[in-house]
């Protein structure tokens, strides 16, 4: 549930009408809810009421903004944090060291350095070799990296080839079964303590049973690892679940997946984490956008040209994806329209041949479910600014991340003298 609706024949995020905040902000423009954010925070949470004690580590990729951080570090979250960047914004939301998880396949030497300076709860450790490093640099400044070994289940989570990190020829994790071998290796390098295991296989799962397998898998290597002799005492779930992008769309609920992670570790005696970013922040945010002409060539479905493109929200045109499409202020009619944005290559295309509320030049119009993996992953593409980032609450809002124009991106060039 989300609260961006229509009143009164105008869409609303919570209290504030849609067009208010593209009379003051402009377009195209994030919009957030925080009330939104926190009932997603408090569905997850509570989905987990059967496992001990679960700590929570909000995915910051999927929605940095440091305000949105801030919101959910209120509601207790901690941050999953995959680069030096996303190590200093979780720091500056005041997220607690010991709250912060760092995963990536890629930890340069300065960001394992930087985390353990922080000192971080825990790095996932993604490579043998990664492990060497950090033990190294940890021994190095007499420090201690908590870790966890993130391990490659090999099995197919169902999703977009290029979200799905958790079969054997993907780049994440050390394969399971070599895992017992690396983590007795790893645990007996000084500064380091490694103490559990971490997964992740892909995001926007949209069904359970991948997830089930995976889980049951790394539950089979703990005890190996016990039976060996090795400490395991925590083991991180990784995030993933997939959230409705279409209308009407079914998804496994936050609280069939808590009750299929408490059957399936219920015998673990382990501190569970858990890393969702799309299932939190997802449907917290929209896109608003302005149409700037309706283009009618031919007798096929017109154009409507938006003002938002590829490089602000980027998931069309990269993995196809589908985001509902509406009117701020629908007039009544639907209409048969291809949605594009003007960035010169087809790839910059929101949808095609699709039925939508009637839109008309100077209308305004919004893309749902682009709270997660929106404004992250925009770009300056055509030497079109960064986007601009509103956050509401209540009948007030505030903006929260300015819109970065192009002329202050071109400000960070130089032309050197000998040209
Ligand atoms: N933990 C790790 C190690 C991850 O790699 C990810 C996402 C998450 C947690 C959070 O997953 P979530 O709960 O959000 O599914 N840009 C793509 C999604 C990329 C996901 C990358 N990893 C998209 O727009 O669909």
Redesign the pocket.
């Known amino acids: 549930m989300d609260h961006f609706e229509l009143r009164g024949g105008v869409l609303h995020a919570e209290d504030v009408p849609l067009t208010k905040i593209a009379e003051e902000v402009g377009t195209p423009v994030y919009v957030y809810s925080r009330a939104t954010l926190i009932r997603h925070a408090r569905v997850f949470r509570d989905a987990l009421s059967g496992v001990n004690k679960p700590h929570i580590a909000f995915?910051v990729?999927?929605n940095p903004n440091l305000a949105v951080l801030k919101v959910l570090q209120q509601e207790g979250y901690g941050a999953?944090v995959?680069s030096g960047g996303e190590l200093v914004r979780a720091l500056a939301a005041d997220m607690a060291p010991q709250d912060i998880v760092f995963?990536?396949v890629g930890k340069t030497h300065d960001e394992l350095l930087q985390g353990l300076r922080a000192n971080i709860g825990q790095f996932?450790i993604e490579s043998e070799e990664e492990g060497y490093e950090l033990a190294s640099i940890a021994a190095r400044y007499g420090m201690t990296a908590r870790c966890a070994l993130?391990v490659n289940p090999d099995v197919d989570a169902r999703t977009?080839e290029?979200?799905s990190?958790g079969k054997a020829e993907n780049k994440?994790g050390v394969p399971i079964d070599r895992a017992a071998e690396i983590y007795a290796n790893l645990a007996d390098q000084d500064g380091m303590d490694m103490r559990g295991i971490?997964v992740?296989i892909?995001?926007?799962?949209s069904t359970l049973e991948p997830l089930e397998t995976a889980f049951v898998k790394v539950g089979k290597l703990v005890q190996e690892l016990r039976d060996a002799g090795q400490k395991v005492t925590h083991v991180d779930l990784?995030?993933?679940?997939?959230v409705p992008y279409k209308a009407g769309e079914i998804m496994p609920s936050p609280a069939e997946y808590g009750a299929m992670v408490a059957r399936v570790t219920k015998d673990w005696d382990v501190a569970l984490s858990f890393?969702?970013?799309?299932?939190i922040a997802g449907n917290a945010g929209i896109l608003l956008t302005r149409v700037i002409r309706v283009k009618r060539s031919s007798n096929a479905s017109p154009f409507i040209v938006v003002d938002a493109a590829m490089n602000d929200l980027?998931?069309p045109a990269?993995?196809g994806?589908w985001h509902d499409i509406e009117a701020v202020a629908p007039k009544g009619g639907k209409m048969n329209a291809h949605v594009v944005g003007p960035i010169c290559e087809t790839g910059d295309t929101f949808a095609m041949n699709r039925d939508l509320d009637v839109l008309e030049s100077g209308d305004l119009a919004i893309f749902r479910t682009a709270g997660?993996?929106g404004a992250t992953?925009a770009s300056s593409y055509n030497s079109r600014g960064f986007v601009a980032e509103v956050l509401v609450d209540g009948d007030k809002f505030a903006v929260v991340a300015d819109r970065l124009p192009a002329a202050d991106i071109m400000a960070a060039e130089r032309v050197p003298d000998w040209l």
Request: net charge positive; proline share 3%.
């Open positions: 995915a990729k999927s999953d995959v995963s990536g996932n993130r977009h290029k979200i990190t994440f971490a992740h892909g995001s926007q799962l990784g995030g993933g679940l997939g890393e969702p970013g799309r299932v980027a998931r990269m993995y994806a997660a993996y992953m």
